[in-house]
């Protein structure tokens, strides 16, 4: 079991950690609503990384909290806040909290790149079902070079 300094790191860093998640959902959204691409290639990779990070930590403030004899969820949290804070509890109450308002945040965020994402893709398998569909009415030349004209109608030239 760490212990309680480190603890206490390890709380600062997940709460550091979730404000970069959060920051970098925030240029994921600015990149969706742009369509830039590589940007969003860059930050998915980013993205992926910082999620990680933010499994291990969570998974070891729940460790924590489960071998010191708290629940590892919020009110476990807050338990030790009070009992262990210390002369710091204060500072680790804010950092606690604002750690749970950026993972709310992040989650509103997340949700709404996703929905970002689905409309793109919509839109984009929209997009290439009417090129398909255009690129086979509109056979202008045969296999051998010459013109090929497909009528929907009536023929060229007959009244």
């Known amino acids: 079991m760490p212990n309680r300094q480190s603890f206490i790191e390890s709380l600062i860093a997940e709460r550091e950690a979730f404000s970069r998640f959060l920051a970098t959902l925030q240029s994921e959204s600015a990149a969706l609503l742009r369509g830039d691409v590589e940007e969003l290639l860059g930050l998915a990779e980013a993205k992926s990384r910082l999620v990680e990070r933010l499994s291990e930590l969570g998974d ?5 909290l489960g071998e010191a004899g708290f629940s590892a969820d919020r009110v476990g949290m807050a338990e030790w806040l009070i009992i262990h804070g210390g002369a710091e509890q204060a500072r680790l109450s804010v950092a606690w ?10 989650r509103d965020l997340n949700r709404t790149n996703g929905v970002l994402i689905e409309s793109r893709l919509r839109f984009n398998q929209a997009a290439l079902t009417a090129l398909r569909d255009a690129m086979r009415q509109a056979t202008l030349y045969g296999p051998d070079g010459s013109p090929e004209f497909k009528s929907q109608g009536r023929a060229l030239g007959l009244a």
């Open 60 to 64: 070891l403030r729940r460790v924590f």
């Open 97 to 106: 909290n604002s750690l749970l308002a950026d993972a709310e945040q992040a």
